[in-house]
């Protein structure tokens, strides 16, 4: 199956950089690059991609916004879209994810990473890389919860298995690492993390670890 991709980003140079990359791929092809967020609704609307790389700074519309355009609340179209950040410098990837989207990068990622992320993300998962995530994550520790509210009622909905499971996905676990930690299956795994999922009405687990961290279940932080 050939993922087309849509590139999003104010700089010319860079999206020539990872068309190159993308382009020496038999399974990914380019099918077409927009300058600011606003030309990436056009693009989306117009090319039908199915993973979009979307950067974040841009002029007319941010990438937090055209992201939340296309893949937000009571939008349950097939596009993906894998947002691109600075890291350092980059304020609202937080909200970008919040607002649906399916994982981040670094900028500088390695090319076989940035591919490796494309196919995982097209594939309906999600890149939740643990080392950047709890960076991220305790980055932001000042604008989220801190852990002493009361958890979010959405929480009781959940088993007591399914809550460990969250909080191991807070903490970036693959499905392999939580099952070890576990002591059960990586197929028992994949069950719970759909049922918290359904039950708490999330795309993926990027938004899943963000709600672990927003409703007070995961303290940014904490080991």
């Known amino acids: 199956m050939t993922i087309r991709v849509l590139l999003v980003d104010d700089q010319p140079l860079l999206r020539t950089g990872f068309r190159m990359i993308l382009e020496a791929e038999t399974d990914l092809v380019v099918v077409g690059e927009a300058g600011d967020g606003q030309q990436a609704l056009e693009q989306v609307r117009a090319l039908q991609p199915d993973v ?43 909200e970008a994810l919040r607002a649906g989207a399916s994982g981040f990068l ?22 939740l890389a643990p080392s950047i995530t709890r960076r991220l994550l305790d980055m932001y520790a000042t604008r989220l919860p801190s852990g002493d509210e009361t958890p979010s009622p959405a929480l009781t909905t959940l088993t007591e298995r399914e809550m460990e499971v969250l909080r191991l996905v807070a903490k970036g676990l693959s499905n392999a690492e939580i099952a070890a930690e576990l002591f059960v299956s990586e197929t028992t795994v994949k069950t719970h993390v759909g049922h918290v999922l359904t039950k708490l009405g999330l795309r993926d687990r990027v938004q899943a670890a963000v709600f672990a961290y927003e409703s007070g279940l995961v303290r940014p932080g904490a080991a």
């Not at 937090?64 to 609202?92: M, N, Q, S, W």
């Not at 076989?112 to 196919?119: D, H, K, N, Y």
Request: glycine residues 8%; hydrophobic residues 50%; proline residues 6%.
């Open 52 to 94: 979009v790389l979307m950067d974040i700074r841009m002029p007319r519309m941010d990438g937090v916004e055209a992201t939340r355009r296309i893949v937000g609340p009571g939008r349950d179209g097939p596009v993906k879209v894998l947002v691109l950040t600075t890291f350092d410098l980059d304020e609202y990837v937080v």
């Open 106 to 127: 670094l900028k500088d990622v390695p090319a076989e990473e940035l591919v490796q992320a494309i196919r995982v993300v097209a594939d309906g998962a999600a890149m």
